[in-house]
């Protein structure tokens, strides 16, 4: 394989979902109510989820009570891989 055969190769999938709601208190993650989270959306790699985490965080940063994260869902569709290294 030549670089440009990896450049030109879409990189792997790598599952993340971005959710949040009001939580009970600062002290725990524990949801107010659960038939009200906020499920943003799912997306392929951790840049883009980031992306979504960020702007809906920021629309919500007056209710202190409010929180959103991000789930790496490809951690959990396979535990055995290795989590790539942090930049």
């Keep these: 394989m030549t670089a440009a055969d990896a450049q030109s190769r879409p ?5 993340h979902l ?7 208190s600062l002290d725990d993650v ?8 906020d499920f ?8 883009e ?11 919500t940063v007056d209710n202190a009570q409010m ?3 991000i789930v790496h869902l490809h951690r959990l569709l396979d535990p055995n891989a290795t989590a790539p290294p942090r930049l």
């Design 49 to 59: 989820a980031y992306k979504a985490w960020k702007a809906v965080a920021q629309r």
């Design 30 to 37: 524990e949801f107010a109510n659960l038939d009200a989270l």
């Design 11 to 15: 990189a792997k999938q790598l599952l």
């Design 18 to 24: 971005v959710f949040g709601g009001e939580l009970e």
């Design 67 to 69: 929180r959103y994260f």
């Design 40 to 47: 943003v959306g799912m997306y392929p790699n951790y840049a």
